[in-house]
């Protein structure tokens, strides 16, 4: 079965403090990974993805994420956050079994104190 | 980018009410997806296609149909409106899959009284 799993609802940070957004899935096969950003009254944007190469990925506004097979995670990273960096971060899978459908996980919300 | 438009923008309907949400994409993607999203759950797939007058059955369908009539135009309705589809529902287009990024609409604020 293919799941994804965002263990924090809510994180809260300083602002210029570093960031990370954990994100562990199960996929049975190979596995497309995506984070998304909602900034509030929004639809979600693309932060960035990955799915083959190199395991660490650029995105947008200085996000980066590592993708680990052995420990099935998709770790989002930030090395100083801004509040305007504050919104809902998903974690999204979509994986070459069944692959139209993608898999959410239930979104991990930032907080940054100014 | 991708253009995903959704209306209306906001809807209150009373319980057995008529609902009709829209959703047009302009991009010729093959991929359409109707979510809702509420606390707690994250976005949930209620109903996707693959092209014109495909129609793919989501995780959360009961209480909903769809129609994808166009390449461009998916709709979701709601022929019996309920307090528990009250939400914010997200549409959202694909070229292909895989890798291939969704692009979202705005979203659709419904309440049912």
């Known amino acids: 079965a293919q799941s994804v799993t965002q263990p924090d609802a809510r994180v809260t940070v300083s602002e210029g403090a570093s960031l990370q957004l954990r994100c562990k899935y199960s996929?049975?096969?190979?596995?497309?990974l995506f984070w998304y950003v909602q900034y509030p009254r929004q639809g979600l944007q693309l932060l960035l993805k990955y799915y083959s190469g190199d395991p660490v990925v650029q995105g947008v506004n200085g996000f980066e994420a590592e993708f680990s097979k052995s420990n099935s995670s998709f770790h989002l990273r930030k090395a100083s956050v801004h509040w305007s960096d504050s919104a809902v971060y998903f974690c999204?899978?979509?994986?070459?079994?069944?692959?139209?459908?993608?898999?959410f996980g239930k979104g991990t919300h930032l907080h940054v104190l100014p | 980018e991708a253009a995903v438009t959704q209306s209306p923008r906001n809807k209150v309907t009373v319980t057995g009410g008529n609902v009709t949400l829209s959703c047009r994409q302009t991009?010729?993607?093959?991929?359409m997806y109707w979510y809702r999203q509420d606390t707690g759950h994250g976005l949930r797939l209620i109903h996707y296609s693959y092209g014109a007058g495909n129609l793919q059955i989501g995780d959360v369908p009961d209480g909903y149909k769809a129609t994808r009539t166009t390449q461009e135009d998916f709709f979701l309705l709601l022929e019996l409106a309920s307090p528990s589809q009250t939400s914010l529902y997200f549409c959202?287009?694909?070229?292909?899959?895989?890798?291939?990024?969704?692009?979202f609409g705005p979203g659709t604020r419904l309440l049912v009284l």
């Open positions: 991009n010729s993607h093959n991929y």
């Open positions: 999204v899978l979509s994986a070459d079994t069944n692959a139209y459908k993608v898999i």
């Open positions: 959202a287009s694909r070229r292909d899959w895989g890798e291939d990024t969704q692009y």
């Open positions: 996929s049975s096969g190979t596995p497309y």
